[in-house]
Each structure stands twice: as C-alpha cells, then as structure tokens.
C-alpha cells in the first residue's frame, strides 16, 4: 500500500468551476499536511498547510482535513486556465519523521 | 527574504561520468537541506537531507553522494551516473526538519544517455 496516494488524473473541469483533488495516507500518526503546485517543468510550490480536522480557506483555495477516514483533500473555486498545474500532496509522519509525497493530480481547466 | 539557487538548470551526460550538482540558500543560517529525484510519473523520492554542515543522511541506496562543505550549500555528486539516475533533481530547504514547509529551488533536468 502507498504511503500517500492520488489519482494521477487528468481531471479536466471548464474555467469557473470548483475543482476537488482527493489525497489518502496511510500512516494513522501523520501530524502535517501541503499542498503543493507543480507546473510542468518546474518546481514544487507551498500553496497550503492543514493541521487540524476541518476546512482551511485562502483565497480560492479550501484544504479539508479528515484525519478520522485518513483524508485529506483540495478544493479549487472559480478555476482559471492559471490552475493548470500537477497538485502533489504530501504528508509529514511522526511515526516515520519524514514526509512523503503522492505522485501528483495533474487538473487541466478548461477555457 | 530567503532564496534558493540550484545549478545547472539542465544537463546531458553520458553513462559513466560524473555529476556534481549545486545548491546554496540565501538570508537564512542553518537551514535543513534535501535532495530530491522526480521520475517521469513517480512522485518526490527523497535521497538525502542534512541538519548541519557535515552531517548527510541518506535515505535510498544508490550510487549517488552528497556534501554539505558550508552552512548553505548543499552538493550532490556521482561518479559514475548509470541511465536510471535520469530525473529531476530537487534542492529544498526548511526551518525545523520536515514538520515545516518546503521550499525547493528550480531544479535540474538530468538526462543519461
């Protein structure tokens, strides 16, 4: 079994829409959870951190965190073509003291 | 504000040389320092991390090396690159190790032909 696991996609949903990025894990212990944006050819970039049960907003962005069902998801509103982006979830493990990261979503949006 | 530098962006070698990979960050004093590989479809494997200078932590066996010569700079080498070590190489820095965020450089996109 995968430590974090993504549906690698793509998902596709046309501008304006809300677009939702699922993330499992594994590891019962995991205390920390990011979201990170990747643009192909380029780095990784912090574009949200959750630490507790419940919902988080910036922006456009919501992070929801269920640690009960090991769930950790991703929404994005009125998406834009900008969107466009692999979103890689990563998730830091007590028990392991590392942090371990899914393979990626890759979402295109949709003009 | 902090900054990260990594050098070169891209770089074609063939199998059996060496490598040597550079990372330096700026406006900040010991910070923990990684090494990551993208794989074509795989996600972030970390290959190693270091707390201070001196001190490497290798998480994978491989035939790859790192260094930490000064407080900021972190290298990663070879000496001989077999055509598996192909990927994206990652430099990322952060303020207390793992429990924070992540902050990577540019990358490089290595080739072994």
């Known amino acids: 079994q995968k430590e974090v696991e993504q549906n690698s996609g793509p998902l596709s949903v046309p501008e304006g829409a809300i677009a939702s990025l699922n993330c499992t894990y594994s590891d019962r212990v995991s205390q920390s959870f990011f979201w990170y944006r990747q643009y192909s050819g380029k780095s990784p970039e912090l574009i949200m951190s959750?630490?507790?049960?419940g919902d988080k907003e910036d922006g456009r962005f919501t992070a929801q965190l269920n640690k009960a069902s090991q769930y950790v998801s991703l929404l994005i509103r009125d998406s834009q073509p900008s969107d466009s982006a692999t979103y890689l979830c990563a998730v830091f493990s007590g028990g392991y003291q590392k942090v371990t990261f899914g393979t990626g979503t890759k979402l295109q949006v949709i003009p | 504000s902090q900054t990260i530098h990594q050098w070169p962006a891209t770089l074609v070698q063939p199998v059996g040389s060496p490598l040597s990979l550079e990372c330096t960050v700026e406006g900040t004093s010991n910070p923990n320092l990684y090494w990551y590989r993208q794989a074509a479809g795989r996600g972030l494997q970390l290959l190693f991390y270091s707390v201070g200078i001196g001190q490497i932590s290798s998480e994978v066996p491989q035939n790859l090396s790192a260094s930490r010569p000064q407080d900021r700079q972190f290298i990663l080498s070879s000496k001989k690159l077999l055509l598996s070590d192909s990927g994206f190489y990652l430099c990322a820095w952060s303020y207390t190790p793992y429990t924070e965020k992540l902050f990577f450089g540019s990358g490089t996109q290595l080739s072994v032909l």
């Open positions: 959750i630490y507790s049960n």
